[in-house]
């Protein structure tokens, strides 16, 4: 019996022009028929083209074209649309092997040597992240506005960090969670197909699924900043005494204090600190303080980093900067934001964007024993992007190999969150929510006495402002 092979595609959405867009105050609510439409767990795994699959792997060829088509629908605008694709200058490929990720060897057989592919766009635009096998419903993985990404050679910047291991995490349960299912998975689908034999034409009916872009779930980018913790942002920071004479002698502003001064400095609030009235209109007119030509609104934005750092006791270091941030939620309050901290939860975090409030999200990446975790990293989630998965009914001449689309159903089902990761805007972009809800695999680690470096699971939590 021959099988078609139904291609996974992504499709621009038809209406470009309806591309969401808020007012300060609107409200954003989930679409009417989310709730409806949103795919059961049975639903979602069942996956017609990896059940039919004689291989998993995505062929590098079919890879790239994904990720061309995936940033131009993540990440451009609809001016950029219009112009030439990105070209793909180069290509790194994610292994099996490369995660602190523990587990036993037989779950080890079920995987796949090309995990994913990381295609870095020319002229450093960006890059976009490609799960290579498709008992993972979610192709793409993260597509990145600037810059590119070298494999095997650790970021200084460590979201990205999070973020490559996340991944792992993610597409690893995924593919599991898929062969334990599969038998039961096959009987749906047999059970399926045999009601949709039609015997008089020898024909078969059979379902296959490809991802479009929804232009009226989107929220943008809230934030209109992306600052960092190097020159001029630490010009009111602690001198490194060891570098007195140098340009950039000054010591981190660390990640809690760039992430909270950009949510203040969105919120315009407070008003004043430490003895300096803020301008957050001159101080966020551009994206970058080094393009900001007053020397008064850098002094400001140095100055608000400063002060959130001595609010959250900041230990100052020349080449990194740290706090638990004990005093920040009170201190918050004090300033009249309503404050809640929480794990984090796809929902609630829609939620909150939908009504402009942008994230803080946290998490610690050691853990010395159930008490005490430390060394993390802060950052903010400012935006999102909601895909859909349409199903489509295909009738197949068995005899011909010919196949024509029937009928088709849309569900919501993938979710993107954009990504402010506080390091003068390096790697921000979208990616997949998957790859932050990682606190269900925590039984992975059972018993293991070493934990991953950059495993951010430990005190994973959301803080989300209003004000």
């Known amino acids: 019996m021959r099988l078609i ?123 976009a992240v490609i799960c290579a096998d498709d008992r993972v419903g979610c192709p793409v993985l993260a597509c990145v506005e600037n810059g590119s990404l070298e494999l095997g050679v650790e970021s200084d910047n460590p979201g990205i960090n999070i973020f490559l291991d996340n991944a792992q995490v993610f597409m690893k349960r995924s593919i599991l969670k898929f062969e334990q299912e599969r038998d039961s998975l096959a009987k749906v689908a047999e059970d399926e197909n045999k009601q949709s034999w039609d015997k008089d034409e020898l024909r078969k009916v059979i379902k296959g699924s490809y991802y479009l872009v929804l232009s009226d779930v989107y929220i943008n980018p809230l934030l209109k900043t992306a600052w960092g913790q190097n020159r001029p942002y630490n010009n009111e920071c602690p001198i490194c005494e060891d570098r007195k004479n140098d340009l950039d002698n000054r010591k981190k502003v660390g990640c809690w204090a760039v992430a909270v001064g950009q949510v203040l400095a969105y919120h315009k609030n407070p008003k004043s600190m430490g003895g300096c009235t803020f301008d957050y209109d001159g101080m966020t007119s551009k994206k970058h303080a080094n393009d900001i030509s007053s020397a008064s609104y850098k002094y400001q934005i140095a100055k608000l980093l400063r002060e959130v750092g001595s609010i959250v006791d900041m230990d100052y270091g020349c080449k990194h900067s740290g706090t638990d941030a004990e005093n920040l939620i009170p201190w918050l309050r004090k300033k009249g934001y309503d404050v809640l901290a929480t794990r984090y939860n796809w929902r609630t975090v829609y939620k909150q964007l939908g009504l402009h409030h942008p994230i803080l999200m946290h998490g610690k990446r050691s853990q010395h024993n159930i008490f005490y975790a430390e060394n993390g990293h802060t950052w903010v989630i400012d935006g999102c992007k909601c895909t859909k998965t349409q199903y489509e009914t295909y009738r197949v001449d068995l005899d011909e190999g010919t196949y024509e689309i029937t009928s088709s159903v849309t569900k919501y089902i993938d979710y993107y969150l954009h990504i402010n990761w506080g ?37 994973q939590e959301i803080i989300i402002l209003a004000d």
């Open 423 to 459: 390091w003068n805007g390096d790697n921000n972009g979208y990616f997949a929510e998957g790859c932050f809800d990682i606190m269900k695999y925590d039984s992975l680690d059972e018993g293991s006495a070493q934990l991953n470096d950059y495993n951010y699971k430990y005190e």
């Open 5 to 127: 092979d139904l291609k996974m595609r992504w499709v621009l959405f038809v209406s470009l022009s309806a591309l969401y867009s808020c007012e300060k105050n609107e409200v954003v609510e989930l679409p009417h028929n989310a709730e409806s439409e949103e795919l059961s767990e049975s639903e979602s795994t069942l996956n017609y083209k990896a059940l039919y699959s004689q291989h998993h792997t995505m062929g590098i060829d079919e890879a790239s074209e994904l990720a061309v088509d995936a940033a131009r629908l993540l990440l451009d605008n609809d001016e950029m649309r219009s112009s030439q694709p990105r070209e793909i200058s180069n290509v790194y490929i994610m292994r099996k092997g490369e995660s602190g990720l523990r587990l036993g060897t037989s779950e080890e057989t079920l995987l796949p040597d090309t995990m994913a592919y990381v295609f870095n766009f020319a002229d450093s635009a960006g890059y």
